[in-house]
C-alpha cells in the first residue's frame, strides 16, 4: 500500500512517466543500469550478492522494479491488503502477467546489486495469511489497488511533508480497517479452506483491535 501512497502522491506534485520502486536496503553497483523505463515493466535488480548474484527464482519481480506511469495505473498497482513481510512481490507479478505485459530483466552484468546487512525488522514480522492472499491475487486486482484508493481515499492521511536536498520525506497513518473491511465479501469461506479462513478471521479481528 505504500508502493501506491508513493505513487499517488508524486503524482500530485507532477506528471512523472516513469516511476521505479526501490528497497532500501539496495545499492546498485554498475553506472550503467540506467533508470528508465522501457515499453514493458522492467526488473532492475536481477543479480544480488546476498545470493551470489544469481537470481532466486525466475518469477522474481522485486527489489528495485520499474513501471511506465500508464503501465501502473493499467495493472491497478500494488495490492493494498499485505501488511507485514512476504507475498507483495509475487502479487504484483501476476498482476503484470494477468494483463498481459512482459517483464524485461538487463543483461546480468549490468543488473548488479548490493544488499546491506540488516536484522529482521521487529515491526515487521511475517504476513501469516500472505500465502491465502496470493491464490486470490487475481481475484482482486480489478477491485483493490490504485482503484480502491481513489475510490476511497480515507484509506490513509497525510501526516507531514518534508522536501530534503536529495527526496521528498513523506510520512503517512494508514487506516487498515478501511482497506480491511471489504475483504469478508472478496473472500469467501469455503470448505477446503477452513483452517485458512480462521487465520484470517483472527488476523481481521486482530486488525479491528
Known amino acids: 500500500m505504500l508502493m501506491n501512497i508513493g505513487f499517488l502522491e508524486a503524482m500530485k506534485r507532477g506528471n512523472f512517466s516513469c516511476i521505479v520502486f526501490h528497497d532500501v536496503d539496495l545499492l546498485p553497483e554498475m553506472d550503467d543500469n ?4 522501457s515499453v514493458t515493466p522492467k526488473h532492475m535488480s536481477v543479480n544480488i ?5 544469481r537470481i532466486p527464482y525466475d518469477s522474481l519481480f522485486g527489489g528495485v522494479v520499474a513501471f ?3 503501465h501502473f495505473k493499467f495493472i491497478n498497482g500494488f495490492p493494498n491488503r499485505y501488511f ?11 498482476r503484470v502477467d494477468n494483463r498481459g505485459l512482459t517483464v524485461i530483466r538487463p543483461p546480468d552484468s549490468v543488473a548488479r546489486y548490493s544488499m546491506l546487512k540488516h536484522g529482521a525488522e521487529a515491526g515487521n ?8 492472499e496470493l491464490k486470490r491475487a487475481l481475484e482482486v486486482q480489478k477491485v483493490d489497488g490504485l482503484s480502491s484508493m481513489v475510490f476511497n481515499p480515507n484509506m490513509y492521511k497525510v501526516l507531514d511533508t518534508k522536501l530534503m536536498d536529495l527526496y521528498t520525506k513523506i510520512t503517512v497513518e494508514i487506516h487498515k480497517i478501511e482497506v480491511l473491511k471489504v475483504l469478508p465479501t472478496l473472500f469467501p469461506i469455503r470448505p477446503r479452506h477452513s483452517w485458512i479462513s480462521s487465520k484470517f478471521r483472527k488476523f481481521i479481528a486482530k486488525e479491528k483491535t
Open 49 to 53: 550478492d546476498k545470493f551470489d548474484y
Open 84 to 94: 507485514g513481510w512476504g507475498g507483495e512481490d509475487d502479487d504484483i507479478k501476476r
Open 34 to 37: 540506467l533508470y528508465s523505463c
Open 68 to 70: 511506465s506511469k500508464d
Open 125 to 132: 514480522k511475517a504476513n501469516p495469511i500472505r500465502h491465502f
